[in-house]
Each structure stands twice: as structure tokens, then as C-alpha cells.
């Protein structure tokens, strides 16, 4: 899904969509706080490094945590 310091805009929590799991052909605003005064419209499948989790995914990342935390 992506690294710590880049990610793809369908699970960013700046990705202004409506949906709770955006899709990668999906285009919607960009709200991050340093990027939106360019007024940017992405595709889902974009990225950058900017990139924070969308709240929406949170429940469906930590189980990858837990797994990843495992011996
Ligand atoms: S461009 Fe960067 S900050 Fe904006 S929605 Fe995409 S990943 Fe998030």
C-alpha cells in the first residue's frame, strides 16, 4: 500500500473523496495543507510524499501491523 514516506492518493486522508475505499482511476481534490493552494486534482493511483493514512483504512491497516509485530 505504501512506505512510510510515500503513498498512493486512494489511501490518503487528503484525497477528497467521498467514498470510504477510493478506487485508483477515481480523480479528486488534493487537501493536503501545503499542496492545496495549487488547487490539484489526482488520480487515486498518484502519490507523493505527503501521503498520511486515510482514517477510513486505519481498521484495515492494523491488522498488518499486528501480523507484522508477530515472531
Ligand atoms: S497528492 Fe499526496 S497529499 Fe495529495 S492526496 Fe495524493 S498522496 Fe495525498
Redesign the pocket.
Known sequence: MADRDW???MH?R??ASPARVPMAAEEAR?E?PE?SRYQ?K?FGA???N??ELRPSLRAAAQPEASEAAAP
Open positions: 503513498g498512493h492518493c490518503c487528503y484525497f488534493c493536503q499542496l490539484l489526482v498518484s502519490g507523493c505527503g501521503w
